[in-house]
Structures are given as structure tokens and as C-alpha cells.
């Protein structure tokens, strides 16, 4: 079984300025990482994955995140915040090669970006 | 806009009554995931369907049943309704049997039991 932690329920940040919101997970066996994002009352729309190869994966809107397999982390960053980040983030990871593909969420942290 | 449609988008029932829950998967997806969301739990799956047959189940209560039809839309059945189903439930589709398929949420149905 798979467990994920996002160590950061709110996160507010000034606009313009870094964020990082950290996610680290616990599993036996190797899995797929993803970031998720829901904006208020929509559904989750991918942000970015994590596959193999390079540990460093570029999604949309300007976010990245970095893969460390040593600790167990998957944080996700973005140099520059818009007021448009406002909204509910959330890591996912699935099973390698399990047959079936369900998504193991961790709680969300919400963003909230300040003029 | 993802391509995968829910309805109804939102359902106002009483405790001890049934519901059915709609999704129609992205054309060509084979796959449908369900997920429920709620402030206490967060995001959990419930079930998945491949093409028909029943794949995964997750932390679905035995009141809760769905299916998958022939032209791969989905239904989440829910009975006898307990306060604590109050909930969004989301479904997903992707177009295959791999991890790395991306997962395509629809908008969500929120249910409300009075």
C-alpha cells in the first residue's frame, strides 16, 4: 500500500515571491508520481508527472518539482506566484506496473497567494 | 475542459435514500476511475473499471455499487444514505491499463443527505 503526506495543510505566499510545497510518500514498491491541482469548484487537472529519467519534470504554468528517491519526496515549486495559483494542491502517487492505477492522494495543501 | 462530464452536479437527498451517480469517460478512454471527496477523509478511491469489468476497489462502502456500461459510461450507486456520504465524488478516465495513462477528472457531483 501506498501512503502520502504533504507536510503543509495552507501555504500563503506574497505575489511574486518563491513557493514550495513539499509531499513525501511511503511505498513498498516503486510508483508514478503526480501534482494535481483544483481550483475552487472545478475537478483536478494534472499539473505535472513523474515517470523515470530526469528527476527534475516541468508541467504547466511554470511549475516544477523534483523526484529524490533517497528521501522519499516529490516537492513541487514555482519561482514566481500569480494571485491565479490560488487553489488546492494535491500529490498523488500509483503503483508500477499493479494491473490497476488508482490514485493514492495526500491531504491537499491550499495556496493562497496575497496581493 | 477535460473531456469527462458528471451529472448531476449537484444532488440534495434525504438519509436513507438511494442515488445514482453519472460519468461519461473522454472518448476512447476504456478506463473510469471514482473518487470521493470529503473534509474529513480528503481524495479516496473508490473503484475502478476497465472496459466493462470491475478492476480495483478501494475504500468502498459495501452500500455503494457501480458498473460500467457497454458504451463505457459509468454509474456510482449509492444507498441508504448516511449523513456522512455528504461528499463530492469525482470521476476519472484515462485511455488505458498503464500508471503513466494521465487520469482525466470530470467537474465532480456534490451530494448533500439532509
Known amino acids: 500500500a501506498q501512503s502520502v503526506t504533504q507536510l503543509d495543510s495552507q501555504v500563503p505566499v506574497f505575489e511574486e515571491a518563491p513557493v514550495e510545497l513539499r509531499c513525501n510518500y511511503s511505498s513498498s514498491v516503486s510508483v508514478y508520481l503526480f501534482w494535481y491541482v483544483q481550483y475552487p469548484n472545478q475537478g483536478l487537472q494534472l499539473l505535472l508527472k513523474?515517470?523515470?529519467?530526469?528527476?527534475l519534470v516541468k508541467g504547466i504554468n511554470g511549475f516544477e518539482a523534483e523526484f529524490n528517491k533517497s528521501q522519499t519526496s516529490f516537492h513541487l515549486r514555482k519561482p514566481s506566484v500569480h494571485i491565479s495559483d490560488t487553489a488546492e494542491y494535491f500529490c498523488?502517487?500509483?503503483?508500477?506496473?499493479?494491473?490497476?492505477?488508482?490514485?493514492?492522494f495526500g491531504k491537499g495543501t491550499k495556496l493562497s497567494v496575497i496581493p | 475542459d477535460s473531456g469527462v462530464t458528471q451529472t448531476p452536479k449537484h444532488l440534495i437527498t434525504a438519509t436513507g435514500q438511494r442515488v445514482t451517480l453519472r460519468c461519461s469517460p473522454r472518448s476512447g478512454d476504456l478506463s473510469v476511475y471514482w473518487y470521493q471527496q470529503s473534509l474529513d477523509q480528503g481524495l479516496q478511491f473508490l473503484i475502478h473499471?476497465?472496459?466493462?469489468?470491475?478492476?480495483a476497489k478501494g475504500n468502498i462502502l459495501e452500500r455503494f455499487s457501480a458498473q460500467q456500461f457497454p458504451d463505457l459510461h459509468s454509474e456510482l450507486n449509492l444507498s441508504s444514505l448516511e449523513l456522512g456520504d455528504s461528499a463530492l465524488y469525482f470521476c476519472?478516465?484515462?485511455?488505458?491499463?498503464?500508471?503513466?495513462?494521465?487520469?482525466?477528472f470530470g467537474p465532480g457531483t456534490r451530494l448533500t443527505v439532509l
Open positions: 476519472a478516465s484515462s485511455s488505458g491499463t498503464s500508471g503513466s495513462n494521465e487520469q482525466f
Open positions: 473499471y476497465y472496459n466493462g469489468e470491475e478492476r
Open positions: 498523488a502517487v500509483t503503483p508500477v506496473g499493479a494491473g490497476s492505477y488508482q490514485l493514492t
Open positions: 513523474y515517470l523515470s529519467g530526469s528527476t
